[in-house]
């Protein structure tokens, strides 16, 4: 048997006969089953509440009675934000956002009923989620798994004796890491399982996207895992005592996993900070009135609309347009709010962006805040899922609501306007709002950062490893 | 087990020659700085935003004085015109964010259906809100008993694995005041890194120095006081280093990462809140409803809960501005029992985590701070409650104008009614309240006692 599968195989034996091991494979699996468990249950009851409501505020449209067009358009309709595709294994961002939107004319509101919001500040310690078990809690078993692995032979003398023997050093290191690969296999293989269950019960998931969005996610996790478990062969080889490298290594995961992310966030926040809720309205609401005031007969922008009306119609008053100029009048001054919605909102986003790139910049110092941003996103629950639906519930209010100003316009005679009434068979041809979550492509725009610093993380410890060698 | 106080001199000395203690605390000094500016940086936002709303409102009436130049009707006036409502960040709020930096710090509204209104989430970035706030509390909770682990975890072991427990044994008079003077050393000084930064906090921020914030220090050192007693236990329990290590390891990331976090999901799944979809869908159709219905029941509705109108004359024509506020308050109406179960389910959710929270003392600790500095989801509930007060000042200021037809030209406006906040505070609460915490504490100390007796009657 050559050196390097004699060494691995020891190794492995050693490890999988102690009695912590079997302890802690057995917590790691209980926690995240119920983790994952929960997980999957907690989104499932998200998406049959959200397909009830759904269902049921669309039979409520339909079933609306004659109504005026404009009565239509504020009685307006709710977009649900779409569970994730893989939110029961990692629910990203989704419990700080809000999970229902009312749409209606004139008006952008935000969403409403963020879950965070509404739990106890004690939860602000952390979620637990499978991703959370795997990405931040794994690491911590490789490590206390791996710190002996070098570090026990050095301080009983084997090491010294094991090279004197003419074991090269690079089979003794490969065959050390291999053996503590074979050791982690059944807490990778796991967590494996939980992201399968995650894919195949999770209510967000449908089809081979979500398989290949899991792929992505296990890609990012095992290269997240094989720089834990060089760094800890690298700390193990090179410490002066096991006690040593433990305290070391369990130093820098509660740096890089717990105090560097709260600390990136933090100033990311203030990169620059976003405008306050009321400032955002007001800006809004000025830019609105700037655009055009329909309330005020001088505005040049109305009277335009006025003049070029009546002369498209070759007519003198409004009343004799064939069309009601009312429900026209409406619809440039929702063009108009659209419009200044859609640049003051782009500006958020990209404000919070320009945040989360602060963030990602961090993730060379800590990876897991790497291997969280890529799971997040290959999840469909990050950020960008997040003002994609957002993007998307904006554009299906304009639409509606544009339909009914044109019902409006074509339908509802000017004079003794408010009085008339469409026939109720009009709503059922509206479509119902539906969204897509990101492609998978969108989703994993940008993120080649995150997967460098990954790999940042697995080669600076090899190259440490390279350079040390094994010291005896 | 008294030490002497030659004896704590000497530990203090001691400690600080390593570079281990010198670099544990100052780094917990300075995640404590970094957590004071930014949380001050968080708190700083709302009330920057609180600063402004007077100018946003003006500048709401002022363009609202352009559309309404010769008057309008009362109704249709209140139709456009927000009213700002806020909660002034506590003065304590820069210690622990608590739920602040997830709600919103103002709530704009106006006379139309109420429940529509009140949900909103602030803005805030989601993705850095998931990463968690970083405030003094998160570093009383979480980091402070990491390093108070870390510097105590090897009291005993290491003397024993160098084979200089017997000596230090006699020196210094027993092993148990040895014990407790290297705890006592240990544990005061993170103690002090602790109340340093408040201390800076307090001269920072300009924060008084009343009840609450005294009682915040009191609970954020009886957390520390807790996990002295857990550190005690695994210093006291553990044969070697690597096993004190793994120890003080394993209750670190069970008390403030793991039992928090599957306390967090169990209460999510065993407390469902699905009154919120139910309540914001049910109100809209109840207020669209009534356009479609005979306007005497919509008033019927409405004179049940304000009857000084029922003697005013019918509505006759299609549409009237005192009939669409019915309507409105119609939709209220039908959902306010949904709103109450809301608000009771939140209530049942929190007072289930504070049952449990003895169990899980930085969850405990968590929850007292916030409520200390008025940061939690009680204080928010109960600026709702005013908001709610207001709204139902705007009706018996809009109503009578209302009812009597009342055209309101841009000069009448300045007697709007104005939301006027209590002085926003924390509070000192009961020491009750701190019973759980208390009682964590007890069972480890005993623990602690009993193994300390133990090992010091047999020095190996």
Redesign the interface.
């Known amino acids: 048997m050559s050196p390097f599968r004699s060494i691995a195989r020891t190794e492995w034996q050693l490890l999988v006969r102690r009695r912590s091991y079997g302890v802690l494979l057995g917590a790691f699996s209980v ?1 995240l089953a ?2 994952t468990g ?2 999957v ?2 989104q499932d ?1 998200e998406l049959q ?1 959200q397909r009830r ?1 759904q269902a ?2 669309r039979e ?1 449209w339909v079933g609306q ?1 004659d ?1 005026h067009p404009h ?1 239509v358009a ?3 309709t ?1 977009a649900f934000k779409p569970v994730g595709p893989l939110a029961a294994f990692d629910p ?2 989704e ?6 939107q ?1 749409l209606e004319a004139h008006r952008q ?21 499978p991703a ?1 078990v795997v990405h ?2 794994l690491p ?1 078993v490789v490590i ?1 798994l791996g710190y002996r692995i070098l570090a026990d032979d050095r301080e009983a003398g084997r090491l010294r004796l094991l090279l004197a023997q003419g074991t090269p050093p690079g089979a003794l290191l490969a065959g050390k890491a291999a053996g503590l690969a074979l050791g982690l296999a059944p807490f990778a293989t796991t967590a494996a399982i939980a992201l399968a269950a995650s894919v195949v019960l999770g209510p967000g998931a449908e089809g081979a996207a979500a398989w290949i969005r899991g792929g992505l996610v296990a890609a990012a996790a095992g290269l997240h895992l094989a720089g834990w478990l060089t760094l800890t062969l690298w700390a193990s080889a090179r410490a002066a005592t ?2 040593r490298a ?2 070391g290594l ?2 820098l995961w ?1 740096a890089v996993g ?2 560097l ?10 990169q620059p ?10 800006q809004l ?2 830019e609105v ?1 700037r655009l055009g ?1 329909a ?2 007969p001088g505005d040049p922008v109305f009277a335009r609309l006025r003049r070029e009306t009546l002369a498209r119609h070759g007519v003198d008053r409004v009343e004799d347009l064939p069309v009601n100029y009312g429900a026209i009048v409406m619809a440039r001054g929702e063009e108009l709010t659209a419009e200044a919605f859609a640049r003051h909102f782009s500006a ?1 986003t990209e404000q ?1 962006e320009r ?2 790139a602060v ?1 990602h910049r961090a993730a060379w110092f800590a990876p897991y805040l790497a291997v969280r941003a890529l799971s997040a996103a290959a999840s469909g629950t ?2 960008r899922a ?1 003002t994609a639906f957002q993007r998307a519930a904006e554009a299906y209010r304009f639409s509606f609501v544009q339909a009914l100003n044109a019902l409006h316009r074509d339908k509802i005679r000017f004079t003794n306007d ?2 008339q009434r469409l026939a109720a068979s009009h709503w059922a041809a509206f479509p119902d709002f539906h969204v897509r979550g990101p492609a998978l492509t969108e989703s994993l725009a940008g993120t080649a950062g995150c997967w460098a610093a990954l790999a940042a993380w697995l080669l600076a410890p090899l190259v440490g490893l390279w350079r040390t060698g094994v010291r005896p | 087990m008294r030490p002497s106080l030659d004896l704590l001199c000497w530990e203090t000395r001691r400690l600080f020659r390593t570079g281990t203690a010198t670099v544990a605390l100052g780094l917990l000094a300075f ?1 404590g700085l ?2 004071l ?2 949380a001050d ?2 708190i700083a ?2 009330r ?2 609180i600063a ?2 007077p ?2 409102y003006a ?2 009436m002022q ?1 609202l004085a ?2 309404f130049a010769d008057g309008g009707h009362a109704g249709y006036v209140a139709y456009y015109a927000f009213f ?1 409502t806020w909660d002034p960040p506590p003065a304590l709020a820069g210690l ?1 964010v ?2 602040r930096d ?5 709530v ?1 509204v106006r006379l139309l259906g109420l429940e ?1 209104q009140l ?16 405030d003094l509390a ?1 570093v009383v ?3 402070a008993p ?1 390093v108070l682990l ?1 510097l105590t975890h090897d009291l005993l072991t290491r003397d024993r694995e160098r084979g200089v427990l017997p000596l230090a044994h006699v020196q210094s008079g027993g092993l148990g005041r040895l014990f407790a003077a290297r705890l006592l050393v240990r544990a005061g000084a993170v103690a002090a890194v602790c109340t340093g930064l408040f201390v800076i906090a307090v001269s920072w921020h300009r924060i008084p120095m009343d009840g609450a914030a005294l009682a915040w220090l009191g609970d954020a050192l009886l957390h520390l006081l807790v996990w002295t007693a857990f550190a005690a236990v695994v210093a006291a329990a553990c044969g070697s ?2 096993a004190s ?2 120890a003080a ?1 394993t209750v670190w ?1 069970g008390a ?3 039992l ?10 065993a407390f ?3 009154e ?3 309540l ?2 049910r109100q ?2 109840e207020t ?1 409803a009534g ?2 219905r005979p306007k005497e029941e919509t008033f019927a509705r409405f004179f049940a809960a304000y009857p000084e109108w029922r003697d005013t004359p019918p509505v006759t024509g ?2 009237a501005w005192k009939w669409y506020y019915a309507l409105q308050h119609g939709g209220d109406a039908a959902v306010a029992a949904s709103a109450r179960t809301y608000a009771a389910n ?1 209530r049942a ?2 007072a289930a ?2 049952r449990l ?1 003895w169990l899980v003392p ?3 600790a ?2 007292l701070l ?1 409520r200390r500095a008025g ?3 009680e204080a ?1 509930l109960e600026f709702l409650e005013r908001v709610r007060a207001f709204h139902e000042a705007l009706k018996h200021y809009f109503h009578p104008l209302i009812f009597a037809e009342a055209e309101l030209k841009p000069a009448a406006w300045s007697a709007f009614p104005r939301y006027q906040p209590p002085a926003p505070a924390g509070s000192a609460g009961s020491w009750l309240e701190r019973l759980p915490l208390a009682a964590a504490a007890l069972g480890p100390s005993l623990a602690a006692l009993v193994l300390v007796r133990r090992t010091s009657a047999l020095p190996s």
């Open positions: 926690v119920f983790a929960l997980g249950l907690r009851r509440q409501y049921l505020v409520q009675p109504r009565r504020h009685y307006g709710f990203g961002v419990s700080f956002s809000g999970r229902v009312f509101n935000a969403a409403n009923f963020a879950e965070a919001g509404a739990l106890s500040s004690a939860f602000r310690l952390g979620e637990l989620s959370f931040l809690l911590l206390v096991p006690v433990l305290g369990v130093t509660a717990i105090v992310p709260r600390t990136a966030g933090a100033i990311a926040a203030t900070p976003l405008p306050g809720k009321s400032e955002f309205a007001a609401a000025a009135h005031d309330h005020n958020v919070m945040q989360e963030v990050d950020l997040l408010r009085a | 995640g970094v957590a500016w930014s940086r968080e936002r709302h920057e935003e402004r709303l100018d946003f500048a709401q363009r352009g559309q700002p622990s608590g739920l997830l709600l919103p710090a103002a704009w529509a949900y909103e989430s602030g803005l805030g970035n989601p993705g850095l809100q998931s990463l968690g706030p970083f998160f909770c979480a980091l990491l870390l280093t690597g290590l793994a390891g990331l403030v990462v793991v928090p976090a599957a306390l967090n999901l169990g209460l999510t799944a469902p809140v699905p919120g979809l139910e914001t869908v809209r159709q669209h356009w479609d299609r549409f939140l959710r929190a985590a504070e929270a930085p969850v405990g968590q929850l916030s940061t939690d989801l928010h």
